[in-house]
């Protein structure tokens, strides 16, 4: 196929009708504020909008691979997230995304596996955040990432907030006793 003009953006599935273990929100923003991505379980808070933006957030419910850069950090088998969209030059936005290895029915059990070890000695201070451009690269730490371990190292719960980009993210954990296997 041919075409008279190089795509910048491409998606399927839009009105979420086919059974693909996502879910996304796709947004149209127009003003800088906080814009809250429900299904695509992300937030992002926007400080510079020279002009709109479309961006899509796909929560996916598996994992991506195991393409860790160290074999005692471990790439979460729960979820990762894809952004994409069409964004202008000079958009600027912080992204939040929040983990919960909880076992309750209130937000939990998205990532209580990455806390299971032998020894359950893993809390909020060991996780990573981990980005890529696309699937055909290694998973990365994020280094601009913060992590938030909300007052508390051992409640099973944190956010990552980090510079918004297009690309793929999710969530790791240090783990010197496991060998590198999917959690």
Known sequence: LQLPFNPVYTSINER????????????????AGV?????????????????????????HYTYADRKSPNPNLHVSSERYWVVDGIIPAGFSATATFNINGQNSMSGGYLDNKLFQTSFTTNREDSLVLFYRKSASQHWQIDTAATLNTLGNHNDLRASFSTTFKKGQFTIGIWDHSKADTII
């Open 35 to 59: 814009n809250n991505f429900v299904d695509g379980k992300m937030n992002l808070n926007v400080s510079s909008l020279p002009d709109s933006a479309l961006i899509r957030i796909t929560h």
């Open 16 to 31: 979420n009708l086919i059974s693909d273990a996502t879910t996304d929100n796709l947004k149209h923003i127009t003003a």
